[in-house]
Every structure is written in C-alpha cells, then in structure tokens.
C-alpha cells in the first residue's frame, strides 16, 4: 500500500503535458474494438473536433456544448478527452449516457478497452479487482463512474469535477440540469455537454444557446473564404444526377 500512495503523490506533482489534448491522444489513445478505424486515435479522421478539444483544455471554458450530426465522431471525441483529463488532472469524473444498460454495455465495449490500452491511464489503476467494474473506473488520484440518466439516485450521488454527458436528447426530462449540479463544489469543474439535436428549445439546445454558438466553417474550393454548413447551400454536380433521384 505505500508503494501506491508514494505512487500517487508523485503523479499529483507531475507537471501537466503541454501539448495540445488531440496531440495527445493522438500518442496515447487507441480506439476500441468497435471503431473500423483501428489503432492509434487520429484526429486526421475528423479534424473538426480539434477546435472542440482545444476548447476544453481551456481553464476559462467551465461548459461546452456541441450539437453535431449522427457518426460525426462525437462519443470518440469524449473518450479521448476523458482520457487526457484523467491522465493530465486525475479527479473525480461521471459519464452519463442515456440508460443504465446502455451504461454497462458502452464500459465494457468502448471505455474499458480504452482506459487498458492508454498506458498515462492504465498505470493510474488500481491494484485491486475491483479496479475496472461494470460502472466504475478507481484510479490512484481520481475515479470515473459511468451511469444512465434514468437513475436519479445516481445522478445525484457524489460532487464531480470533470463531466461528460453523450446524447443528451435522449435524457429524460430534468435528468440534464440535475446532473449539472454534479460540478458546483469544483471552482474548476468542467462540463462537456454532446449529442445529436432533436427538438427546437429542448434541453441540447437550450444548453447550445446559453454560449456563443459558435458553427463548423468549411474552406470554398473556389474562393478559399470559410463558410458555415447549409443545407441550402448543397448543390449537386451535373455527373452525380441520374434518372429518378
């Protein structure tokens, strides 16, 4: 046991790494099993989520919301940034999603995984059974609870301060702003708030409002000028269109 707490006390005075959290997890973060693009995390993949990492590594950002499209490399992006928070400033964290066996099933398939194959993460754990559960990761200096919104009880069991919430339209009514509360006892908590949108002033989209809204530009082949996403905007080349479509 004092082998551990030596341990930890030299992890606590380790300097945080300066490089930007994408950079990373680019050498740190395998994807899991699930993932078609095995391997080390490259954010070359989606590298609209750089500005959003770069986000949360900034001390003044206390919540980040980002609505975005289905297969846009949301959920990965948290496990990443779950994994450099851990790593970087272990405390307490929760990652809620929408159920309780939903919950299980994304420990044992996506966040297991990833915490046993990113060795800053790995050597954090301890050595005990009861390191890795099916709800729960305990490290030297921090732990990570994963749990389902439906379960209030839970939601509101202990004060954490690095929160991931994934697919939050999915919530039941309340569940979100009653886990926000979750960070109020860290003067340095973090909240990132991630999920497809559903309905106009529903709780992802009251959360987008409340910041500067800020929107994915993409450069103009012909002008170089960045332009936001629109539909309205898409057209179809001649050589694409074919009879009946």
Not at 76 to 86: D, G, K, N, P, S
Not at 104 to 121: A, G, S, V
Not at 128 to 148: C, E, H, K
Not at 228 to 236: F, R, T, V
Request: with cysteine; hydrophobic share 35%; aromatic share 10%.
């Amino acid at each position: 046991m004092n082998i551990q707490i030596e341990k930890a006390f030299k992890e606590s005075l380790k300097p945080p790494d300066r490089q930007k959290p994408w950079q990373w997890c680019e050498q740190n973060v395998k994807v899991d099993p699930t993932s078609p693009f095995q391997g080390l995390w490259k954010s070359d993949v989606s590298p609209w989520v750089r500005p959003i990492m770069e986000t949360f590594s900034d001390p003044e950002v206390r919540q980040l919301t980002i609505m975005c499209s289905a297969q846009s490399a949301k959920t990965q992006t948290l496990i990443c940034l779950m994994a450099w928070a851990l790593s970087q400033e272990p405390a307490p964290a929760m990652w809620v999603t929408s159920n309780g066996s939903e919950a299980e099933y994304f420990m044992k398939t996506r966040m297991t995984p990833t915490i046993q194959n990113c060795l800053p993460l790995a050597s954090q754990l301890l050595q005990t059974q009861y390191a890795l559960t099916t709800q729960q990761a305990n490290f030297l200096n921090a732990s990570l609870m994963v749990t389902g919104a439906v379960s209030p009880s839970k939601l509101q069991s202990k004060p954490v301060r690095w929160l991931f919430l994934d697919e939050v339209r999915n919530y039941p009514e309340g569940a979100l702003e009653m886990v926000q509360k979750r960070t109020r006892a860290y003067w340095n908590s973090k909240q990132i708030i991630v999920s497809t949108p559903d309905m106009e002033n529903d709780g992802i989209h009251r959360s987008y409002k409340e910041g500067n809204q800020q929107t994915y530009h993409y450069k103009c082949t012909k002008c170089d000028d960045l332009l936001p996403l629109m539909w309205g905007d898409m057209k179809w080349a001649d050589d694409c269109k074919q009879d009946g479509i």
